[in-house]
């Protein structure tokens, strides 16, 4: 069968808002597995920011993660670079697991920016939290396509997905996809989505300050996608993902 047969298309689900001809070349079944042990912590960062002055490409990040019983798993990304940037994780917990994310997508020009996750909770008592924000201009789009899977005997699972979308200019756009499939009647599963436009009204409050539309519009940005990294203790990491985020809206400025 020929790559081409075997490529998706935006009629797959997971693909509904990706440039999927972008994906030529690229070697789909490259997974990347992550199995934490029961009792365990562990914590993850990715970043995808222009290479050499690079921001073209395609750059696909896959990730199958295993939980175990009362295990953690965190993992905080920013995707800030390539025509297409896409993260995707498959997560499975055990009793008493945790998976918690944070995800930043940023930019303009004609690209394609998104977290795509799929979490089942196979066990009890397992806790899930995922955070995105999306900020883009120009052409770009960000999107954010999560399912949540409770299978019937994992009860008092919790399980929450966030999602905000800010868009900078016309013409960008932003996309969320929550899904649940809950089979298990002791839960507690929530999702909200929201997309908007910088608040005029913050911005005529700081300008009014003395503080320069181009400062007031970053500092705006800034509290907007540190929703995502809150749950990051680590303040050097924390920075570093900041960072790189808001060099990208720099270069727009």
Same mark, same amino acid.
């Given at each position: 069968?020929? *790559?081409?047969?075997?490529?998706?298309?935006?009629?797959? &689900?997971?693909?509904?808002?990706?440039?999927?001809?972008? /994906?030529?070349?690229?070697?789909?079944?490259?997974?990347?597995?992550?199995?934490?042990?029961?009792?365990?912590?562990?914590?993850?960062?990715?970043?995808?920011?222009?290479?050499?002055?690079?921001?073209?490409?395609?750059?696909?990040?896959?990730?199958?993660?295993?939980? %175990?019983?009362?295990?953690?798993?965190?993992?905080?990304?920013?995707?800030?670079?390539?025509?297409? %940037?896409?993260? *995707?994780? &498959?997560?499975?917990?055990?009793?008493? #697991?945790?998976?918690?994310? %944070?995800?930043?997508? @940023?930019?303009?020009?004609?690209? =394609?920016? *998104?977290?795509?996750?799929? @979490?089942?909770?196979?066990?009890?008592?397992?806790?899930?939290?995922?955070?995105?924000?999306?900020?883009?201009?120009?052409?770009?789009?960000?999107?954010?396509?999560?399912?949540?899977?409770?299978?019937?005997?994992?009860?008092?699972?919790?399980? #929450?997905?966030?999602?905000?979308?800010?868009?900078?200019?016309?013409?960008?756009?932003?996309?969320?996809?929550?899904?649940?499939?809950?089979?298990?009647?002791?839960?507690?599963?929530?999702? %909200?989505?929201?997309?908007?436009?910088?608040? &005029?009204?913050?911005?005529?409050?700081? $300008?009014?300050?003395? /503080?320069?539309?181009?400062?007031?519009?970053?500092?705006? =940005?800034? $509290?907007?996608?540190?929703?995502?990294? @809150?749950?990051?203790?680590?303040? $050097? *990491?924390?920075?570093?993902?900041?960072?790189?985020? /808001?060099?990208?809206?720099?270069?727009?400025?």
């Amino acid at each position: 069968m020929s *790559e081409a047969a075997t490529l998706p298309t935006r009629r797959d &689900e997971p693909w509904r808002y990706s440039d999927t001809d972008a /994906l030529a070349g690229i070697d789909l079944d490259d997974w990347r597995t992550v199995d934490v042990a029961p009792g365990e912590t562990l914590r993850e960062t990715l970043v995808v920011e222009d290479e050499n002055g690079n921001a073209d490409g395609t750059r696909l990040t896959r990730l199958r993660v295993s939980i %175990g019983k009362g295990a953690r798993y965190e993992l905080f990304g920013v995707i800030a670079s390539a025509h297409l %940037g896409r993260v *995707e994780v &498959e997560v499975t917990l055990a009793e008493g #697991a945790h998976f918690e994310m %944070g995800g930043i997508t @940023v930019g303009g020009r004609d690209t =394609v920016r *998104e977290f795509v996750t799929r @979490v089942v909770h196979a066990q009890p008592n397992a806790t899930s939290n995922q955070v995105v924000r999306s900020v883009h201009w120009g052409q770009g789009t960000g999107n954010f396509l999560g399912n949540i899977e409770v299978v019937r005997h994992a009860q008092k699972t919790d399980a #929450a997905q966030s999602f905000k979308g800010l868009l900078l200019e016309k013409g960008a756009s932003v996309n969320a996809v929550p899904q649940l499939e809950i089979f298990a009647d002791d839960v507690k599963c929530a999702h %909200g989505a929201s997309v908007g436009q910088m608040d &005029e009204n913050a911005r005529f409050y700081m $300008a009014a300050r003395g /503080l320069s539309p181009d400062l007031s519009r970053r500092l705006l =940005v800034q $509290a907007f996608i540190g929703d995502a990294l @809150v749950a990051l203790d680590d303040e $050097a *990491e924390h920075e570093r993902l900041l960072q790189v985020a /808001l060099d990208k809206l720099d270069k727009h400025l």
